[in-house]
């Protein structure tokens, strides 16, 4: 029983992993900063192109996360 008690944290982490990445994906999916993974990576990063309420959800979502 004792080695089994890791496993709802480990699936825990993995869903908030996946809906994270899956909200920050359709997020950034509408915004056009670019082509390139440079340019999609600073728009994850630095919110590039987003609105403002958009834009602090984003940040919201990654302070959750961190």
Known sequence: MRRFGVVPIVFNAVNDTL???AI???MLS???VGDGWRA????FFEA???PNF???LLRGGQ???L
């Open 19 to 21: 809906i994270f990445v």
């Open 24 to 26: 920050t994906y359709h």
């Open 30 to 32: 509408h915004t056009v």
């Open 40 to 43: 999609r990576a600073r728009s």
């Open 48 to 50: 590039d192109g987003l």
């Open 54 to 56: 958009s834009k602090a």
């Open 63 to 65: 302070l959750y996360y």
